[in-house]
């Protein structure tokens, strides 16, 4: 990509940036307060609504929608609540919009909460980025002390806090409704839905919960329009994404591209494609949850509609390659394993399901497989998928289904030489 | 009565001024007990319930739900092996298996001298590094063995 389409990550290689002073340097908070001094909340609703922002955080719905569910003239509080949780295996974008430009992350969330009217916003972030939470409170810190934060935003009468609300280790947190159980107090469990968190969310009072690069785009959008955005990449699915990619390439790393691009393109011409010596075995185009692609099939637009029609998702993101010489009875191994660590263990089905297809499938690794094991965990995983409170038994179910239908082949040989052995 | 230092019980006061319920305190709350102490007693439980109006067995369902948080004393050094997708493809495997020859202890387990304890975690954010460990709150990627020796080493 021109590097003129960047723009999430275009000042990143620029000294000291998360110093708010770098930040003002090169044209720091002037879209909020453009936003601010001149803007009506309608106005601006209206223009992330016209630049059908899609949400970075997994599922892609539009955050403009969403906002405007959040009913208006109630006496309550609305809450924001950022979701920094990323523990979607294969994720790391987030990490790099907090650590390398948090007043980006802070400058979002001041217009997203001046459109939506709320005076309290929360950044539920990931335990282990403990260091990455100390930089966003300093972040906090500097922007108060300028006036772009706390009482009497820009000299206007609005007024926002912000607070960085750590977690603690546990992936279940990352889903918006155990997030909000979480940030009350509580264990993650997910709650039943409807009633959505825009009517009823953090304390009972209407709440937006969005991933940080969805926010992260909100002053490109405020200072450039909706029409700039949807030039970028598709007119439906517009701007760029931060997509991570890991595991066999020679470049792993964050590439900030259009929505668009193609797979292919990101692996070989982005992350500079395989090791010596490696062949493309399979992509798992959007996080652990997103059913894997084989080797033929990465000639795909990466956005939303694509992948989906493709049987596959966008999800996060998040690029995992896998070589020729990686197991696919590994990665089910590994994946299998993830769910069943993961499930809060509230809807039987996802508890006792991926626990279950866990241990057939250590036990094919450990040579004892059997005939029938694969459609045992066939029939399992389709037993979760649609039948769970929260998307993680989808999430579970999906990529598992998939490994073992399109390599079905190379798992039945497996089964049989591990056995011989 | 608990042993916190006036520094902790400051910011504790202040974190649970900050909320609009209280209760909504108690991860950043056990987060500093934490800490401080290096795990969290079961005084400490009680405590917390206390301050924040909670009945105990909602701190402790809170404590065994979240990996992070320990309930009893570990190593000086806590060394957290991601062994996810993308760093199991980078070798997580060889990675951990080498920390366990070189430290004499399988993963759950703390060295006899108090210094190391060896855990497994699931994705830690940082595939781009795969593969890699945390130790404490630091990040550590790209490990080879060469690599570990030459972390471990400098540790004091
Ligand atoms: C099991 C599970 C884990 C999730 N983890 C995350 C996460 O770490 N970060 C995130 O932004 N969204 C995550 N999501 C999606 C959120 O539920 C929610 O859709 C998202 O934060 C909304 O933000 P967006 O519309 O801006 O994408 C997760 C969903 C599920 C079901
Ligand atoms: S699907 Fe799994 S993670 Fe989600 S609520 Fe049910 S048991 Fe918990
Ligand atoms: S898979 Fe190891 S850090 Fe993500």
Known sequence: MADKEKYLTKLFGLKNLHKIEVYLQNGGYEAAKKAIKTKKPQ????????????????????????????????????????????????????????SHNPHLLLE?????????????????????????????EKAIEEATAKGFLGKNIFGSNFDLEVIVHRGAGAYICGE???????????????????????????????????????????????????????????????????????????????????????????????????????????????????????ADEIDIPLDFESLMKAGSM?????????????????????????????????????RVGVAWINKIVQRIAAGGGQPGDLETITRLASAIKGKTLCPLGDAAAMPILAIVEKFKDELLDQIGSLKDN | MMDLSPETRKKITQLTAKYPQKQAALLPVLHLIQNEM??????????????????????????????????????????????????????????????????GIKPGETTADGRFTLTTVECLGACEQAPCMMINFDYYGNLTPEKIDEILDGLE
């Open chain 1, 43 to 98: 106005d601006i609703l209206n223009e992330v609504k016209a630049a059908n922002l899609r949400g970075r955080g997994g599922a892609g719905f539009p955050a403009g929608v969403k906002w405007g569910f959040v009913p208006q003239g109630v006496e309550k509080p609305k809450y924001l609540c950022v979701n920094a949780d990323e523990g979607e295996p294969g994720t790391f974008k987030d990490k790099y919009i907090m």
């Open chain 1, 108 to 136: 979002g969330i001041i217009i997203t909460s001046y459109c939506v009217g709320i005076h309290q916003a929360f950044i539920y972030i990931r335990g282990e980025y403990e260091m990455i939470a100390r930089r966003l």
């Open chain 1, 176 to 294: 918006e409704t155990a997030l909000l159980e979480s940030l009350e107090g509580k264990r993650g469990h997910p709650r039943l839905k409807p009633p959505f968190p825009a009517s009823i969310g953090l304390f009972g009072c209407p709440t937006v919960i969005n991933n940080v690069e969805t926010i992260a785009n909100i002053p490109f959008i405020m200072a450039r329009g909706a029409e700039w955005f949807t030039q970028i990449g598709l007119p439906k699915d517009g701007g760029t994404r931060i997509f991570g990619v890991s595991g066999a390439v020679k470049k792993p790393g964050i590439y900030e591209l259009p929505l668009g691009t193609s797979l292919r393109e990101l692996i070989y011409n982005y992350a500079g494609g395989l090791p010596e010596g490696k062949k493309l075995k399979a992509v798992i185009p959007g996080g652990m949850s997103a059913p894997v692609l084989k």
């Open chain 1, 314 to 350: 966008l999800g996060s993101g998040a690029v995992i390659v896998i070589d020729h010489e990686t197991s696919m009875l590994d990665v089910l191994r590994v994946v299998s394993k993830f769910y069943a660590h993961e499930s809060c263990g509230q809807c039987t089905p996802c």
């Open chain 2, 38 to 103: 290096g795990y969290i007693p079961q005084e400490a439980e009680i405590w917390v319930a206390e301050l924040l109006g909670l009945q105990p067995v909602r701190v402790k369902e809170v404590i065994t739900f979240y990996t992070m948080f320990l309930e009893k004393p570990i190593g000086r050094y806590h060394l957290q092996v991601c062994t996810n997708l993308s760093c199991t493809l980078a070798g997580a495997e060889h990675i951990l298996n080498y920390l366990i020859k070189k430290l």
